[in-house]
């Protein structure tokens, strides 16, 4: 039985992972900061601790020989909390900090296989002005120029995953995710992303009521339904490849449309209030060339089909938080 340790369990794409692993047969040690939120994690062993601390990061690692590292674990969240440049410091040093005891530890402690996480906030900002964005290939990525301070750790851990695989060996697969989605995740709070939040306006909003949209509502994103993003993990860490590669939809859709298409599942017709707020770049588009070429797949969920089993379990919520 192979062993594998998910750093970011308590999260929304490590507590589906964790699901996804223990499907496929694996002993799963889950670790975070914070136990799940929405589910009862599956893994074998779930340890709640701050991967901040390097002596935590060495116990969770010494007591058990790993397989695999999935190293999902970070301080992040939608536009409402990295794009307002409040949060920028604990961003930054907060998921450096993480990353920088892992990759330290799994050298220390023999683990010889990671998989992480990147974002496809990597990208440089020039060229993401346009809503119709044509696709971000991975070669994109330099001359660097991320549109955050989240994307400019992201791609500085990128570089120090793929160097300590320089200099000691270690096996290391990279995926820059492009906006992952799905049940199970932050709805609220302020830390949610787009679907999340458009899927909670709705299913709060009454039948011809408003719902607040950011800038315009006409910037672009592509958004992943979370079981591809698993299937694109999986694919990538059983191969050759080490990436860094999209894991991302190339399906591109306004703002303004993915609130319509909340509503169009929801059966409800509510007005798009525009006001000031966070926006990040104007378009976003994920190139999924690479990831065809290297593994044979390419994401492939729709859009909609992601979004109606979202709004489903939003709107559940909602109704369980009124009571």
């Not at 499907?23 to 914070?34: A, L, S």
């Not at 920088?100 to 020039?126: D, H, Q």
Request: net charge neutral; charged share 25%.
């Amino acid at each position: 039985m192979k062993r594998a340790l998910v750093c970011g369990a308590g999260g929304f794409i490590g507590g589906h992972l964790v699901k996804r692993l223990k499907r496929e047969g694996y002993f799963v040690r889950g670790v975070d900061i914070k136990e799940h939120e929405y589910a009862v994690s599956q893994a074998d062993d779930f340890i709640k601790g701050d991967l901040r601390d390097p002596l935590f990061c060495d116990k969770i690692t010494k007591d058990m020989k790993f397989d695999e590292l999935y190293q999902l674990a970070a301080d992040m969240g939608g536009a409402g909390y990295i794009f307002t440049g409040d949060h920028d410091s604990a961003v930054m040093h907060n998921s450096a900090t993480i990353n920088l005891n892992m990759a330290e530890v799994s050298r220390l402690n023999g683990i010889t296989k990671i998989f992480y996480s990147s974002s496809a906030c990597i990208y440089p900002e020039r060229i993401q002005k346009d809503a119709n964005n044509p696709g971000l290939k991975e070669e994109d990525a330099y001359p660097a120029g991320p549109d955050s301070e989240y994307g400019w750790e992201k791609l500085f851990s990128e570089r120090l995953f793929m160097a300590y695989s320089r200099n000691y060996g270690i096996e290391v697969h990279i995926a820059r995710f492009h906006n992952i989605f799905g049940p199970e995740g932050t709805w609220n709070g302020g830390r949610e992303k787009a679907p999340a939040a458009m899927c909670r306006k709705v299913a709060e909003a009454a039948e011809g009521g408003k719902m607040d949209i950011w800038g315009d509502g006409e910037q672009t994103r592509t958004f992943l339904y979370v079981d591809d993003c698993l299937e694109g993990i999986r694919r990538l860490m059983e191969s050759k490849f080490a990436g860094p590669v999209n894991i991302g939809s190339d399906e591109l859709i306004s703002i303004n449309n993915l609130a319509k298409m909340a509503m169009q599942i929801a059966g409800k017709n509510v007005e798009l209030n525009h006001i000031p707020g966070p926006l990040g770049v104007r378009g976003r588009c994920s190139d999924n060339t690479l990831i065809q070429e290297k593994l044979g797949w390419r994401p492939s969920s729709k859009l909609i089909d992601g979004m109606t089993v979202t709004y489903k379990w939003i709107a559940a919520q909602v109704e369980k938080a009124k009571k």
